[in-house]
């Protein structure tokens, strides 16, 4: 009975250890979600904030885009019509040009006819009869001359004297009289007549070829000022649609923060909330317990249990033979699991790839061969993939500056632009039939898990049936210690009725059913749908607290000195606990990996919505470039667009990317020696 009293005290002391953990650990927890809300509160109220900016800054650039459109259409109106008036210009001076030239050598032709006419006139060559046909030659142009029909316009005797002169029948006679010597007057006249209007004639050319020099290059001057300001105003509209982009990706990125931010928020409250809850739970549970300990102990160590005792033990105590059912699977195990887990720690928070795998490292439960084969081939992948997207990264890098090398290429940029877009359309569209392939065999992988649970839950049922059944052959107590079992069995193994329990059966037990549900007291808190994650610590099964197992060795100790029949109730009670505790196990693990598979699912939806919408947008885009025309510009905005974010980040990214490829790598390493 002394090491009975000695194990209660133990209990005693125990209990109120664990009671002091409890208070240190939701006192920490409690110090994370204050943290944590006031952190997020701050996330939320700047990202608002930031929205609000963001939004009135597009929309300024929205509207000043627009009118800078308008004007660069009015512009482009301006010259086309300056260069059609600069055309017409330049037609209407060539041609007065050529019709001064034309005029003007006709008019030295006749100038010339008529001195030569006076030449003959005035000299001894009219007496001879070359001289006479030469003149009469002279004559007969003169008459027929433009120049002279548009001098008798003004002045028609002279072209009346010269036809006449003409008409003349006998040549020889006509030269020696009267007439022939007349027509040197009129001659005269014209010749100085003549050379009077070509010498305004000279005169007003200049003055036209001055006004037309003058005019062609004021509306040159015109022309490239307003190209000038076409220039200007293509390059604000650059600028302008820069920022509204640079605006459109920093509100999306806002939004996203203060999305993320209000989810943790939601989840956090929860969490905490339910801290809270379960560690009241807790703390009633552990007073209770103590409580039951405390009235044990007086009962059993007062004279009258003394007194009765000491006749009735004897010198012999049969110790129970205890089967132990150990779950743990060995410090040197659990001690690889954990640096395999922690060399992929900082990688995991960048990388969903790695946390994936630092998960299913978390996940082993046992030296499994085949489960750390696995998952070393998922790094060999992870691995392959990190290089491929590294090398990948490379490739469009210098793609990039291929681009900006190449972008005076106006019509082969929009061409290489409008391919990019087709690939991106067909990689989008492989994309979307892979996630429709992985979200049905997550599907499929959760009905196959609810299946198995099923039949675990038969196989359960019938094991427990079972064991109601062995029970109801070991219900003796002696009459001795029946106070101290009675008091004891309100705290570790009540009598109660299980009325249409989960295994459908109505039948007595002094099973304590509550501890059929009961798993680790403490653990560690991932991210999951309902909770942020990052927590200290977290109580588990809603606070409910498991019975100290020295208990349960209080009874089985009593019982054994009330009848052997005790020993395989014991027995068969501790058997019950195990297949229930691995039961529980079981069903846990699979819950959790159904909601990871629920979570993968969410997860690929969602990406399959923006997958889908991405490839409208690549496609409507495929279709634009097909048919619109840009200036330089816009092209070297849409390269920044597509470039600047890889650019500016290559460094870092592949710097990353080498640390994961070197984490999962040690990390597989360990999982080699584990195996």
């Not at 008459?143 to 028609?156: C, D, G, I, L």
């Not at 992870?382 to 793609?399: A, H, M, P, W």
Request: charged share 30%; with cysteine; hydrophobic share 35%.
């Amino acid at each position: 009975m002394a090491k009975v009293l000695k194990l209660l005290r133990d209990m005693q002391e125990q209990m109120q250890a664990e009671k002091e953990d409890d208070d240190a650990v939701y006192a920490k927890v409690m110090c994370w979600c204050q943290k944590n809300e006031e952190e997020q509160n701050n996330t939320v109220k700047k990202t608002t904030a930031d929205i609000e900016r963001l939004m009135a800054v597009s929309g300024e650039a929205l509207a000043k885009i627009k009118e800078l459109e308008a004007k660069r259409e009015k512009l482009f109106t301006d010259i086309n019509s300056k260069k059609e008036s600069l055309n017409d210009l330049r037609t209407k001076c060539m041609k007065e040009q050529g019709e001064y030239a034309e005029a003007n050598q006709e008019l030295n032709k006749t100038i010339q006819a008529l001195k030569s006419a006076l030449v003959i006139l005035d000299g001894k060559v009219l007496m001879q009869s070359a001289g006479q046909d030469r003149l009469m030659a002279l004559a007969r142009k003169l008459v027929s001359s433009s120049a002279v029909e548009q001098y008798s316009e003004t002045k028609p005797d002279g072209l009346i004297a010269l036809q006449k002169f003409v008409d003349t029948e006998s040549k020889g006679k006509a030269f020696m009289q009267q007439p022939a010597m007349n027509i040197v007057g009129i001659l005269k006249q014209m010749l100085d007549d003549m050379s009077a209007e070509q010498k305004e004639n000279t005169a007003a050319e200049e003055l036209r070829v001055k006004a037309c020099k003058e005019g062609i290059s004021s509306t040159q001057k015109e022309i490239s000022l307003m190209e000038g300001q076409l220039t200007d105003t293509d390059t604000q509209l650059g600028d302008l649609a820069e920022k509204n982009a640079q605006a459109k990706a920093d509100l999306e990125a806002a939004e996203a923060a203060k999305e993320d931010a209000e989810e943790f928020l939601g989840k956090l409250a929860k969490q905490c909330a339910q801290t809270t809850t379960d560690f009241d739970t807790r703390t009633k549970s552990r007073n209770e317990e103590l409580a039951a300990i405390a009235d044990t102990i007086e009962i059993l160590d007062s004279d009258a249990a003394f007194g009765s005792f000491g006749s009735s033990m004897g010198t012999s105590f049969i110790q129970k033979k205890k089967q132990i059912h150990d779950v743990q699977f060995g410090t040197a195990f659990t001690n690889a699991r954990d640096d395999a887990v922690s060399v992929l720690d900082t990688e995991s928070k960048r990388s969903p790839k790695i946390f994936m795998v630092q998960t299913m490292i978390k996940t082993l439960r046992g030296v499994d061969k085949g489960a750390i084969k696995k998952i070393q081939a998922a790094i060999d992948d992870l691995i392959k993939n990190l290089r491929t997207e590294s090398k990948q990264e490379v490739e469009d890098r210098d793609k990039c500056v291929s681009d900006f090398a190449a972008i005076d290429q106006d019509m082969t940029l929009k061409s290489m632009d409008r391919k990019k877009r087709l690939a991106e359309v067909e990689s989008l569209t492989a994309e979307l039939e892979k996630l429709v392939s992985d979200i049905g065999d997550l599907n499929a992988e959760n009905a196959k898990m609810a299946s198995s649970a099923a039949e675990a839950t038969e196989d359960r049922k019938a094991e427990h049936e079972e064991y109601l059944v062995v029970k109801k052959d070991h219900d003796e107590t002696q009459a001795i210690l029946q106070t101290a079992i009675d008091r004891m069995n309100q705290k570790y193994s009540d009598r109660v009725v299980v009325k249409n329990n989960e295994f459908g059966t109505d039948a007595p037990t002094e099973a304590p059913v509550e501890e059929f549900l009961q798993g680790a007291d403490v653990v560690e808190v991932s991210a999951t749908s309902d909770t942020p994650g990052s927590a200290p610590a977290a109580f588990t099964n809603s606070g409910a607290t498991s019975n100290n197992s020295g208990g349960n060795k209080v009874v089985e100790m009593l019982t054994t000195i009330q009848a052997d029949s005790a020993k395989a109730e014991a027995d068969v009670t501790q058997s019950e606990k195990d297949s229930q505790a691995n039961y529980d196990d079981f069903m846990n693990e699979t819950r959790k990996a159904t909601e990871h598979n629920n979570e993968a699912i969410a997860n690929k939806t969602k990406r399959q919505g923006l997958a889908a919408k991405s490839k409208s947008e690549n496609e409507v885009a495929a279709k634009s470039l097909g048919t619109a025309i840009f200036d330089l510009t816009e092209q070297e905005k849409d390269t920044h667009d597509r470039c600047d974010f890889l650019t500016k980040n290559f460094d870092t990214r592949q710097s990353n990317r080498v640390a994961e490829v070197e984490a999962a790598q040690k990390a597989k390493q360990i999982l080699s020696g584990m195996a």
